[in-house]
Structures are given as C-alpha cells and as structure tokens.
C-alpha cells in the first residue's frame, strides 16, 4: 500500500458561537498517497476552501486529527507550524500570486532564503525547476513581462522550490485558457508523479479532471468520491 502523505481524520470546522456555530466541514476522513493527484470539486461556499487552508495549516480544524507525511499536526505550535508550512507543503494559486519586483529566479531564491537554505544547492534547484518548466530562457524576466502560463509555471516551480511532500493548488487554471490551463495542470501531475509527492487541486475546471487520480466532491461540508462515470458526465453536461 502507498505511504499517506496526508490523513484527515474526521475534521469537522465549525464558524461562530456554539449555539449558532456554520459548520464548514463535517466529520471528513480522506487520505491522499505518495504519487497520488487529487481533484477537488464543489459548489462555492461547500467547504472546498476551509479544507484546503487546514491542509495547508493554515487553519485549525475543531475537531478531528490531520496527520502530514507521518507527523500529527494539531498540538504544534503556530512557530512549528509555519516551518512545516515552508518545508512540507507548496500552494500555488489562481493568481500566481508572485512578487512584481522579483525576477523568476529570484521568486524562487526567495523561498530558500525564508527557509534560510540559501546555498548553492538552492541555485541548482532553482535552475532545474525553471529548465524543467521550460522558462530558463525567461529567468532574468519581471513578473509583468510574462503570459498568464509563464506566470503559472513560475508560481509551480516557487511551490517545488522546498522539494515539500504536499501541493495545494487553488483554483489554478481560474486565469487561464483551456490550452494553457491543462498545460499547467499536466506540469503538476507530472511533477507529482516524477517526485513521488502528493496535491490536491481545487478547482471548477471540469476539463482538467481526467489528469487527476482521483475526483472528491465535497458539498455541504461533506466528502464523496466521484466514480469516472460521473466526472465523465458531469464533463459531457458542460
């Protein structure tokens, strides 16, 4: 069996006061594999968004356990938990969200010297990934002077820059075209693969759901999976 590389373990998120309390997410359980890209689908306001913050840790849930790459999270202090942010998990996303004044390069740079790793590995990462993604020749470019693609692919190799055991892509291709957002997405699943990581991508875009393992849907804060059939028809409806 493939090593989890993310377990939820019934989270549940609930918002406000006990006795008026919004629940966002209810009682999940999910795992995602080394090697394994998920999709996750759903309506605005069905908890897509609160899943993903308490992946990325950027959230707490209220109840329930989120183990990452074999480490429980819940009791880490917030210090502990901004350096498993950086070192373990990579987001990118809808709006690439780079810095204006940065090279690509140095967008790159940037999250090793956060990480305080700046070294001559890290320029050797830092070259790899852009020749990976083919943006070597736009290294030395401004954020400014690049297409919605070029911007996403910077913003895939930011998220590797840490060699994190997670991706959590929201909404990647929201900006994009079909040629260039299923560009994006098969970089990323190739990358997931090639590296043996794990992401989970959120997103409206049913067209790039073939390039996933697997399809969740989450809808009222609560998780179902998809069977091929159903993605296939839900793409055939649109």
Known sequence: MMDAKLIFDQVSKYYGETDQAVTALNHISFQVHTGEFVAIV??????????????????????GRVILDQLEVNDLSSKE??????????FVFQSSNLIPYLTVRDQLLFVAELAKNRTDQADQQAKRLLDRLGLTHRQEVYPDQLSGGERQRVAIARAWMNDPELILADEPTASLDSKRGRDVVEMLADEVRLREKAAIMVTHDERVLDLCDRVLEIKDGQ?????????CTTDKND
């Open 42 to 63: 759903g309506p605005s306001g069905s908890g897509k968004s609160t899943l993903l913050s308490i992946a990325g840790l950027l959230l707490s849930p209220s109840k």
């Open 81 to 90: 938990m901004s350096r498993v942010r950086l070192n373990k998990i990579g």
């Open 223 to 231: 998780l179902t999976q998809l069977s091929y059939k159903q993605v």
